[in-house]
């Protein structure tokens, strides 16, 4: 072994108006900054490494030649080593020794090496190719790969190694593991082709992870696990893993900030277990199940992302989780752009387009929130598809959304009687059907809505013994209402004009009634052309008209009264020998 110790006289001549000087070794590498009198030695191929570090002091560097090193080594502190041409053409190989490759130290920097061949015994089922424990080094520029165990193994609290330009791939567990409260610095790093995770952290640490790319891992591409765990992992790019895209699980949370995460196995983010994160500003497309999973009474955040082209939902909250998604696109996904099951969300200021299903699914009794959003052109490719759908969920409350051109109704309930408040409908309708009692309060209606991609007439539409109170909305287009199968809707206090800029049909009814219904129709003000209060067989038989309504009644006995509050003093209208209710009044003989 050739060793040579260099000591700059020039630089002692000049130490003290000049610190550092700037030494050029024999690499196509970019020079790097040494303090002076840095001991250097030399290693060449057939040379031991191991033996030019048990030589060397210190704060000195082994630079080593180009070719295959068949050892293991441990470095010392504050020791780099080097290679001259970098890791395509020179490489570390552990396989014929046990244990670890490389082993570091305080402060020591491993810059350049192919790092390969770690060998797992059933004694050393939990080493690995590169071990960094309780320590902070750097390790930087290195290929690290086909090894039995993870890549690179960091543990310890208090340290901060800096893990830089590394290629880590083919490793039989993780690409790089973090444990034991690790506050460790992860930047530009590729992850691929892991058994594993890509990254793997884990033990209550709290590394940052950044502007790495992790993909064709066999399970996720980064994973986060343990309570107490808590990342910073920003402006990484995760795509192709066959799990997640990034990961969390036992309870540990997050900070995922202007990731990109695309074309992952199953969910591009999940959570479970418990877990907690902060989503923001990442773009999440075309993963093969949820973009977003969240479920196992978990909790997110989920703010200023892109989440669009998902095959499944664009985010899924489920069984427990308390979970803010606000000013997202969500665009275009699968089935659902958002679906909430069995939890509690406030849906914020998003825009939910051209979801192939509905915009928003709301099921089994939670409580949902969903206010300023523009709710547009979902449903396109299912009959039955909607802005939103609201199923046995109570108390939920959806107010001050913009609904537009959704293929199916605006929004969809059954099973429930939710609070629909102070939205705008274009070309759009609500739903009531199967036992459907929602509250529909100061809504806008401009123009009826379209079901199934048809023109619908009606802005509201009652179906199936459904109940609804509909009271103090504005409805501008034909036929607002329409009550069918035994529906007993109370409407109360609406205005109804025939005739406005968006209307598809100005100047027809108000309100439709079909067979077998008894709406209670209160105090509402019909304007602007509409011909009709009400058409249909149900006004000779089960109508229930009170004081306070003006307009024209039109019966299928072609009998047309112009009803009047003054001309009959708040009394109940009788037409054609029917019985009507009104208050207080009790069931009245029917006239022969």
Request: aromatic share 6%; net charge positive; proline share 3%.
């Amino acid at each position: 072994m050739a060793v040579k110790i260099q000591k700059s006289i020039v630089g002692l001549v000049l130490a003290l108006a000049a610190p550092f000087i700037l030494i050029w070794p024999q690499t196509p590498q970019a020079a790097t900054w040494f303090p002076t009198g840095v001991e250097i030695v030399s290693v060449h191929e057939g040379e031991s490494i191991q033996a030019a570090i048990n030589k060397i002091k210190e704060g000195g560097m082994v630079l080593v030649s180009s070719g295959v090193y068949y050892e293991t080594i441990k470095l010392k502190p504050k020791v780099v080593l080097r290679s001259e041409s970098g890791p395509e053409q020179t490489t570390i190989d552990g396989s014929h020794g046990q244990g670890t490759v490389v082993q570091l130290a305080e402060g020591s920097t491993l810059d350049g090496f192919t790092v390969t061949g770690r060998v797992e015994t059933d004694q050393e089922q939990d080493r690995h190719a590169i071990e960094c424990v309780d320590i902070s080094p750097t390790i930087k520029n290195n290929v690290i790969r086909d090894n039995k165990g993870t890549g690179l193994y960091i543990s310890g609290a208090q340290t901060e190694p800096q893990v830089s330009g590394n290629r880590i791939y083919d490793n039989q567990k993780a690409g790089i593991g973090i444990t034991n409260q690790s506050k460790a610095q992860i930047f530009e790093n590729q992850c691929y082709g892991n058994a594993e995770a890509g990254i793997g952290i884990r033990g209550k640490s709290a590394p940052t992870v950044k502007n790495n790319k992790c993909f064709l891992n066999q399970k996720v591409g980064i994973g986060i696990s343990d309570k107490g765990t808590s990342p910073l992992v920003e402006g990484n790019e995760c795509y192709d893993n066959e799990g997640a895209g990034i990961g969390l699980q036992e309870g540990a949370t997050a900070v995922l900030k202007n990731n990109n995460v695309h074309k992952n196995g199953r969910a591009g983010i999940g959570l479970r277990d418990a877990s907690s994160a902060t989503i923001e500003g990442n773009q999440i497309e075309a993963n093969i199940l949820a973009g977003i999973g969240i479920i196992d009474k978990s909790v997110a955040t989920i703010k200023d992302n892109q989440i669009i082209n998902n095959t499944m939902a664009g985010v899924t909250a489920m069984d427990g989780c308390k979970v803010t998604i606000e000013n997202n696109l969500i665009e275009a996904n699968g089935t659902q752009g958002i679906v909430c099951s069995s939890s509690e969300v406030l849906v914020k200021k998003n825009r939910v387009l051209k979801n192939i299903h509905h915009g928003i699914g709301i099921y089994r009794q939670s409580k949902a929130e969903v206010c300023e959003n523009q709710i547009n052109y979902n449903g396109a490719n299912d009959k039955r598809g909607s802005g939103i759908l609201v199923v046995s969920s109570d108390e939920s409350h959806i107010h001050h959304n913009d609904f537009n051109d959704n293929y199916g109704p605006g929004v969809y309930t059954r099973r429930c009687s939710p609070l629909i408040s102070e939205n705008t409908f274009t070309n759009d309708l609500i739903f009531a059907m199967f036992h459907a009692s929602p509250t529909i309060k100061n809504n806008v209606f401009y123009s009826a809505g379209k079901s199934g991609g048809k023109k619908a007439k009606s802005g509201v539409d009652i179906r199936e013994s459904s109940h609804p109170i509909i009271t103090e909305n504005e409805f501008l287009g034909k036929f607002a209402i329409a009550v069918h199968s035994k529906s007993h809707p109370l409407v109360m206090k609406n205005k109804f004009s025939g005739s406005h800029k968006n209307s598809i049909d100005s100047g027809r009814s108000g309100i439709k009634v079909n067979r077998n219904c008894r709406p209670s129709i209160v105090d509402n003000i019909f304007y602007n052309g509409n011909k009709l209060l009400i058409v249909g067989r149900s006004v000779t038989e089960n109508a229930i008209l009170s004081f306070g309504n003006t307009g024209q009644i039109k019966t299928m006995n072609t009998t047309n009264i112009d009803f009047k509050p003054e001309e009959h003093g708040g009394k109940n209208l009788i037409v054609a020998g029917n019985q009507f209710l009104g208050p207080g009044k009790g069931r009245e003989k029917k006239k022969k």
